[in-house]
T-cell receptor
Framework: EAGVAQSPRYKIIEKRQSVAFWCNPI?????LYWYQQILGQGPKLLIQFQNNGVVDDSQLPKDRFSAERLKGVDSTLKIQPAKLEDSAVYLC?????????????FGQGTRLTVV | AQKVTQAQTEISVVEKEDVTLDCVYE???????LFWYKQPPSGELVFLIR??????QNEISGRYSWNFQKSTSSFNFTITASQVVDSAVYFC????????????FGTGTKLQVIP
């Protein structure tokens, strides 16, 4: 089966600009996650969707980050305006279900550099 | 609050040596799951193993083995006869009970296997 697809792979923007990332999960996976991975750290969950509804966005900086999952399939994550500290790899993952015993399948990520 | 500690930031071994990656976790729940993921240079996290809190049996899969000890809140990962292809960052993760899983990742251990 095809894996989780993300684009772009790399993005360099200036601070205060906006940026958007796209994710296409594995077909049939109801749960979609966006993680932020800062260099040298583990992934931190930003937002979790179950189909097209949000089940956890407690760590999403809502003043500048937004995400949507259209028709319960593809998803976009937007940052507006970007700050220097947003430089990180943004990983999208999907799983068949959102229960605690479910392993996630990850995309290769988008490496964002804010200058 | 849940927490995962991977005290080893980087480990270097010579090919064919055995290596153990440590993982210590904290949780108040009695029901939880532990995971190990591998992150090769290409960026995507690859699922390796899942273990639930009621199953303390050790597991072996080829050159990989996992030792789960609830008494010390540890879930260590051993690679036997390491190979260059094992070079990657390895993450331990904890998922607690809830309506939907809330996963906390450790900071990762970078393993370099030298030929």
């Amino acid at each position: 089966e095809a894996g989780v697809a993300q684009s772009p792979r790399y993005k360099i923007i200036e601070k205060r600009q906006s940026v958007a990332f796209w994710c296409n999960p594995i077909s049939g996976h109801a749960t979609l996650y966006w993680y932020q991975q800062i260099l040298g750290q583990g992934p931190k969950l930003l937002i979790q969707f179950q189909n097209n509804g949000v089940v956890d966005d407690s760590q999403l900086p809502k003043d500048r980050f937004s995400a949507e999952r259209l028709k319960g399939v593809d998803s976009t994550l937007k940052i507006q305006p970007a700050k220097l500290e947003d430089s990180a790899v943004y990983l999208c993952a999907s799983s068949r279900g959102g229960r605690m015993n479910t392993e996630a399948f990850f995309g290769q990520g988008t490496r964002l550099t804010v200058v | 609050a849940q927490k995962v500690t991977q005290a080893q930031t980087e480990i270097s071994v010579v090919e064919k040596e055995d290596v153990t990656l440590d993982c210590v976790y904290e949780t108040r729940d009695t029901t939880y799951y532990l995971f190990w993921y591998k992150q090769p240079p290409s960026g995507e996290l690859v699922f390796l193993i899942r273990r639930n809190s009621f199953d303390e049996q050790n597991e072996i899969s080829g050159r990989y083995s996992w030792n789960f000890q609830k008494s010390t809140s540890s879930f260590n990962f051993t690679i036997t006869a390491s190979q260059v292809v094992d070079s990657a960052v390895y993450f331990c993760a904890l998922s607690e009970r809830g309506g939907y899983q809330k996963v906390t990742f450790g900071t990762g251990t970078k393993l370099q296997v030298i030929p």
